[in-house]
């Protein structure tokens, strides 16, 4: 039995070969529509992979149900813009946090967080990116410069830490990349409300 958001689907388990054979079929014939999984729940228990296509050694055999839950691919969009102004403010606490421990001349603990920074803050920009292209976003020049100045930060921050320069590094922080950052809030914003009106369009 194959459940999708409460609704019996007709399917048959023992029409697949592993778990994730069905999930891939029940995504590539546009069963889910415009919709993103964002539970599964195998024999009534929730499941999710411990390592990679874990779902493939998982034969049919042993599945008696397969329940998926999911939600409109929109609503997902303005969900993550949440998580992402979140992470704006972690952002912001971590370019403080590196500062100072720049300025007490703690640099190996700094230098590790600093890195954590710099990977959450291209992580973040990518997925600013990936909702920009899927929902054919309003192109915002308040966006497209503050991408160019936190990138351009990037390529300067990149050159002080190669000179060990870390109480540069600390002002370039606190007081330039901390103030580019927070410049992100009002773009997440205008985010949302795109990702908004382009589901109602659709």
């Avoid at 997440?188 to 409300?193: C, G, K, N, Y």
Wanted: glycine content about 4%; hydrophobic content about 45%.
């Amino acid at each position: 039995m194959i459940v999708i958001d409460g609704q019996e689907t007709g399917l048959k388990v023992n029409n697949f070969n592993n778990l994730e054979d069905l999930l891939v079929k029940m995504m590539e014939d546009d069963t889910l529509g415009n919709r993103m999984v964002t539970d599964v729940f195998v024999n009534k228990e929730a499941f999710s992979e411990i390592y990679p296509h874990q779902a493939e050694d998982i034969s049919t055999e042993e599945i008696e149900s397969v329940e998926i839950v999911t939600m409109p691919v929109p609503e997902m969009a303005v969900n993550i813009t949440r998580e992402l102004y979140k992470v704006v403010s972690l952002m912001g606490h971590g370019c403080r946090t590196v500062a100072d421990q720049f300025r007490r001349g703690e640099d190996a603990e700094a230098l590790e967080l600093y890195q954590d920074l710099l990977d959450v803050t291209r992580d973040f920009l990518g997925m600013i990116g990936v909702l920009r292209d899927e929902f054919s976003l309003k192109d915002r020049e308040t966006m497209y410069a503050n991408i160019e100045e936190i990138t351009n930060l990037f390529t300067e921050m990149i050159e002080v830490s190669e000179n060990e320069d870390w109480i540069l590094l600390a002002d370039l922080l606190e007081y330039e990349f901390l103030a580019s950052v927070e410049k992100w809030k009002k773009v997440i914003a205008e985010l949302r409300e795109d990702i908004r009106e382009a589901s109602k369009a659709a």
